[in-house]
């Protein structure tokens, strides 16, 4: 038994110019990045096959996962005023990310408190964009966690950024992130209409959850 589908990009190791001094340092850095990301894909992937044998169905549609680039790491240190340095990589919680898509409302919060029960992850931050959506309509469950990242000669506690929804919430998240660098004033009334969607779509998928709920009890 395997998850549906797992998608890991290759990592990308290239140094930004502003670390060309601490280049050993920072492929270090994002090697432990990517391990961790590769442990915390074999925890989920664990976790699925358990669901799948007790609930005999797999509520994870498929995961993926990646490192941010150079150029993204940059940015962000720059939007939060931080120096340009290795050091400041730490403060920074979602160089590594994984998004894990499920089918229902209760997968969500069952595979999130799985993962978080764990005896080596410790769960740094939680944001629940669902039940107190974004702004824009943007709904997901943002969890930081850390996880021991074990080498030949030492242990590093490193931080992974894990964000659970549903295909639902998914399919929107995608479209919201194609408009969202959009200035054209005539993207202004599309942003609108996506918000009601967002709304719609919860309302939906809370009427899917109490029928799912209501046919389990007629499960022998």
């Given at each position: 038994?395997?998850?549906?589908?797992?998608?890991?990009?290759?990592?990308?190791?290239?140094?930004?110019?502003?670390?060309?001094?601490?280049?050993?340092?920072?492929?270090?850095?994002?090697?432990?990045?990517?391990?961790?990301?590769?442990?915390?894909?074999?925890?989920?992937?664990?976790?699925?096959?358990?669901?799948?044998?007790?609930?005999?169905?797999?509520?994870?549609?498929?995961?993926?996962?990646?490192?941010?680039?150079?150029?993204?790491?940059?940015?962000k240190l720059?939007?939060?005023?931080?120096?340009?340095?290795?050091?400041?990589?730490?403060?920074?919680?979602?160089?590594?990310?994984?998004?894990?898509v499920v089918?229902?409302?209760?997968?969500?919060?069952?595979?999130?408190?799985?993962?978080?029960?764990?005896?080596?992850?410790?769960?740094?931050?939680?944001?629940?964009?669902?039940?107190?959506?974004?702004?824009?309509?943007?709904?997901?469950?943002?969890?930081?966690?850390?996880?021991?990242?074990?080498?030949?000669?030492?242990?590093?506690?490193?931080?992974?950024?894990?964000?659970?929804?549903?295909?639902?919430?998914?399919?929107?998240?995608?479209?919201?992130?194609?408009?969202?660098?959009?200035?054209?004033?005539?993207?202004?009334?599309?942003?609108?209409?996506?918000?009601?969607?967002?709304?719609?779509?919860?309302?939906?998928?809370?009427?899917?959850?109490?029928?799912?709920?209501?046919?389990?009890?007629?499960d022998v």
């Amino acid at each position: 038994m395997t998850l549906n589908k797992i998608q890991l990009k290759e990592p990308n190791y290239a140094v930004p110019e502003q670390f060309k001094r601490e280049a050993n340092l920072y492929r270090q850095i994002m090697m432990n990045y990517y391990a961790a990301i590769k442990m915390v894909h074999t925890k989920l992937e664990i976790l699925s096959d358990q669901l799948h044998v007790n609930a005999k169905r797999n509520p994870i549609e498929f995961i993926k996962a990646r490192l941010k680039n150079p150029e993204s790491i940059m940015k962000k240190l720059i939007d939060h005023g931080l120096k340009k340095t290795t050091a400041s990589l730490t403060k920074i919680n979602d160089i590594a990310g994984v998004r894990v898509v499920v089918t229902y409302l209760e997968d969500l919060y069952e595979v999130a408190n799985m993962l978080v029960q764990q005896d080596d992850v410790k769960l740094i931050q939680i944001k629940d964009y669902i039940k107190k959506p974004k702004e824009n309509g943007y709904r997901s469950l943002h969890l930081v966690i850390e996880v021991p990242v074990f080498f030949s000669n030492e242990k590093i506690d490193t931080k992974v950024e894990v964000q659970i929804r549903t295909i639902a919430m998914d399919f929107w998240a995608s479209l919201e992130h194609d408009m969202k660098y959009k200035t054209n004033s005539s993207f202004k009334e599309l942003k609108v209409e996506l918000k009601e969607c967002s709304e719609i779509i919860s309302d939906v998928e809370t009427k899917m959850q109490n029928i799912k709920s209501k046919l389990s009890e007629y499960d022998v």
